[in-house]
């Protein structure tokens, strides 16, 4: 029988703290490294588990934007294309349900939509240039406090008021 991933990440924390700290005591930058190794160890053995619907999520927030935009494209050529790009991205095949296939797809949607608000600087029109910008914004708004959900393991976090992280995950209605 095959370790479980918890399982193995619990050994390789066990071997940094049983192991390599002491080898480090008196490098106070090792240490501090070591310490956030660890720490980011924990943090991604806690988020194995939602790892997959928080990329999905991250992928239905794009792809949210990525409408938003397309509905207000107008400008020039560069912005033709750029939406054009955009267009055939969000119309492929979906829904990915391979996390490797959830993270290109999301990967291919950021990369188009950079795409699409550097054309809108090139040639939009400056209708376009505020209602990208708006849109935007409140999307990272959005994806921003999520993200902040996703690593309140590491404790870097205050904010009590952080989005419930699985309620979010949960809802697909919540990237719109």
Same mark, same amino acid.
């Given at each position: 029988m095959n370790p479980s991933i918890q399982l193995r990440i619990d050994s390789v924390i066990r071997a940094l703290e049983d192991t390599v700290d002491p080898a480090v005591a008196g490098d106070e930058r090792a240490a501090e490294q070591l310490q956030m190794a660890i720490a980011h160890l924990r943090v991604i053995r806690e988020q194995l588990d939602i790892a997959t619907s928080f990329d999905r999520y991250e992928l239905r927030c794009f792809e949210g934007l990525g409408e938003e935009l397309m509905a207000a494209s107008s400008g020039g050529p560069s912005v033709v294309?750029?939406?054009?790009?955009? #267009?055939?991205?969000?119309?492929?095949?979906? $829904? $990915? !349900? @391979? $996390?490797?296939?959830? %993270?290109? %797809?999301? /990967?291919?949607? =950021?990369?188009?939509?950079? #795409?699409?608000?550097?054309?809108?600087? @090139? /040639? =939009? /029109? /400056?209708?376009? !240039? &505020? *209602? *990208? %910008?708006? *849109? &935007?914004?409140?999307?990272e708004r959005e994806r921003v406090n999520a993200n902040r959900s996703f690593f309140v393991g590491m404790a870097w976090e205050s904010d009590v008021l952080l989005t419930d992280l699985n309620r979010l995950l949960a809802d697909p209605t919540t990237a719109q």
């Open positions: 294309e750029a939406t054009r790009t955009l #267009r055939t991205i969000l119309a492929s095949s979906y $829904p $990915p !349900q @391979d $996390p490797a296939a959830i %993270r290109d %797809r999301t /990967d291919r949607l =950021g990369r188009a939509i950079e #795409r699409l608000i550097f054309a809108s600087y @090139d /040639d =939009g /029109d /400056d209708a376009f !240039q &505020v *209602a *990208a %910008r708006t *849109a &935007v914004l409140n999307s």
